[in-house]
């Protein structure tokens, strides 16, 4: 059974950066697009940005320009760049694939931009 298991989170000052990683014990995301969700306090979910099984990304215009997706297949890892960091980025940050599969949703990461 696929599991995703998020981590990287943490408080980080505005302007700052991080990075979050998605290991999967399975290559779902050899066969699947990948996505990073995010989901502040009192808000919807929300796909941030993806990632084909080719590689070609996309990103919330929110966080274009900041944010970069990418995956390693050899480590079954999908990453989470996130530079320029806002305080409207507080918010717990799940990877899932871009079908959001309901059984695929872990604990998440949070992620607090805070001076």
């Known amino acids: 059974q696929v599991q995703l298991v998020e981590s990287g989170g943490g408080l980080v000052q505005p302007g700052g950066s991080l990075r979050l990683s998605c290991a999967t014990s399975?290559?779902?995301?050899?066969?699947?697009?990948m996505g990073w969700y995010r989901q502040a306090p009192g808000k919807q979910r929300e796909l941030v940005a993806s990632i084909t099984r080719g590689g070609t990304t996309n990103y919330a215009d929110s966080v274009k320009g900041r944010f970069t997706i990418s995956k390693d297949n050899a480590k079954n890892t999908v990453y989470l760049q996130m530079s320029s960091l806002k305080p409207e980025d507080t918010a717990v940050y799940y990877c899932?694939?871009?079908?959001?599969?309901?059984?695929?949703w872990g604990q998440g990461t949070q992620v607090t931009v805070s001076s």
């Open positions: 899932n694939t871009v079908a959001s599969i309901a059984s695929l």
């Open positions: 399975g290559n779902i995301f050899r066969i699947t697009a």
